[in-house]
């Protein structure tokens, strides 16, 4: 995984004017900007990933479809178009992702691993097979299509919700929501 240059930002999601390694903003806690990027079919399922076993945070655990860092100077659009080419070899248009919010995480997945992070939220339906789809090995070891309900009663169950990243029942709440008004 290439450290990258991101965009540092203030606490209230403006930028600052600076620029630093990924690794460097997570190491002390700068906020910063990602996309994330929630697949799905018309027939209610949902595309989660399985992040890469070498992950610095949350590796082996099962995510949101896409997600990455928005690159410095790029546009959170630009970057969700990019991420889920890289990740997953899908190429998705401006037209085909619709922008649902902004989401503040502040999180600690290790020691001296911040990561504050602006979470920009994009929504675009799967018209193709998850098996057509390419995995960028380094970020993603596997995906699968999982019912809407089904991911609603893991994420209840302490143990089941073990195994995927742990968001705040706030954001799931906002996504499903989501993705359920558009079925």
Do not use: C
């Not at 630009?78 to 401006?94: H, N, T, W």
């Amino acid at each position: 995984m290439a450290d990258e240059f991101i965009d540092i930002l203030h606490k209230t999601g403006e930028f600052t004017g600076k620029v630093k390694l990924k690794s460097e903003a997570h190491r002390l806690g700068l906020y910063h900007a990602s996309v994330h990027i929630w697949l799905f079919t018309d027939q209610g399922k949902i595309v989660l990933q399985k992040r890469a076993g070498n992950k610095d945070t949350y590796p082996d655990l099962w995510d949101v479809s896409v997600a990455g860092h928005v690159g410095a100077g790029e546009t959170p659009e630009d970057s969700a178009i990019r991420e889920v080419k890289e990740e997953i070899g899908l190429s998705v248009s401006k037209n085909d992702l619709m922008f649902i919010g902004i989401y503040l995480a502040e999180k600690m997945p290790g020691p001296d691993l911040y990561d504050n992070e602006f979470h920009h939220i994009y929504l675009s339906r799967l018209n193709v097979s998850i098996k057509t789809l390419t995995l960028q090995e380094e970020e993603v070891s596997d995906l699968t299509l999982i019912n809407l309900d089904e991911l609603k009663n893991i994420l209840k169950d302490p143990i089941k919700a073990s195994a995927y990243v742990p968001h705040d029942a706030a954001y799931y709440d906002f996504i499903l929501k989501k993705i359920t008004n558009q079925l």
